[in-house]
């Protein structure tokens, strides 16, 4: 009876020994599964997402391209992705929405991205990156007009695109620069777009502001790391914003998921994204 005792508990301990060392292979093979899928694979799955607004489509309708939080470090797989894109959606106006470079080293490679970017008009501010990074903020004004794209520092630009009048309206970075929105407090258009960088700006009282067609914002990654869709964290200047469309007093607001990463190379449940609209 002992010895069957025995062989009992024996049998017992050597399966649970093989639980356990089969369950802490499972879990290192999920961590190293999801460690690949974050750090290579979600980070160059681009999506293109398209947002009507209004109800005007066709030939008369605007279209509006927005690259995001691009944190360009070189032009590599998924920059080329970007250009790619940028020439089959070929927008009437394509808006580089800040935080484009986060290093002064990155000049030269934004020379060589922008020289691959192709739209008839295109459009610039600044994001919280370029100032903490110490880029020399006038030679990248002077590098974006080299490539035909005009910086948008609490400033207004007037456009007609298929007979229609387009205003265009970029407040400095919420964050880390000094948005003023008496220098955009203009007339208002027949459609009218203000970009601005970090959407916890749209929180602030603006009510000295006319209603705008669309309001364009990014900074906060979609979270960049989520947990079943929620963000883990979204940086300051985010204010109750993560992703996508949202309807505040002044516009819609949308909020780009962006296409680089920023701290850590990883995404998770936030693709990078080429935002379309049509207008």
């Known amino acids: 009876m002992a010895d069957k005792d025995t062989r009992r508990r024996f049998a017992l301990t050597s399966m649970r020994t093989f ?14 599964v999801l460690f690949v899928y974050a750090g290579y694979v979600e980070p160059n799955r681009i999506e293109v997402t398209h947002t009507p607004i209004g109800q005007l489509q066709g030939e008369k309708a605007i279209v509006i391209a927005q690259i995001s939080d691009l944190h360009l470090q070189e032009v590599g797989t998924l920059e080329r992705s970007v250009l790619q894109r940028v020439q089959e959606i070929q927008p009437d106006l394509l808006v580089l929405s800040g935080d484009v470079i986060d290093t002064p080293e990155s000049l030269a490679q934004l020379d060589v991205f922008l020289t691959g970017l192709n739209a008839p008009l295109k459009i610039a501010v600044l994001g919280n990156w370029e100032y903490w990074s110490g880029v020399d903020l006038k030679r990248l004004e002077q590098l974006y007009k080299d490539h035909g794209v005009e910086l948008l520092v609490n400033a207004s630009a007037q456009y007609t695109i298929k007979g229609r009048a387009l205003a265009v309206h970029g407040v400095d970075d919420y ?9 955009i407090a203009g007339k208002p258009s027949e459609v009218s777009v203000l970009l601005q960088h970090s959407p916890g700006f749209f929180q602030e009282d603006l009510s000295l502001l006319v209603k705008f067609t669309l309001c364009m914002s990014g900074h906060t990654h979609g979270g960049q790391m989520t947990l079943f869709g929620w963000p883990v964290w979204t940086p300051r200047g985010s204010g109750e914003y993560v992703k996508g ?3 505040t007093k002044t516009c819609p607001m949308y909020v780009s998921r962006g296409v680089g990463t920023s701290l850590l190379g990883f995404r998770v449940g936030a693709r990078p994204e080429i935002a379309v609209f049509t207008l």
């Open 245 to 247: 469309l949202y309807q």
């Open 19 to 32: 639980s356990i060392h089969w369950g802490a292979v499972l879990v290192c093979f999920a961590l190293v």
């Open 175 to 183: 964050t880390a620069g000094k948005p003023r929105i008496n220098s």
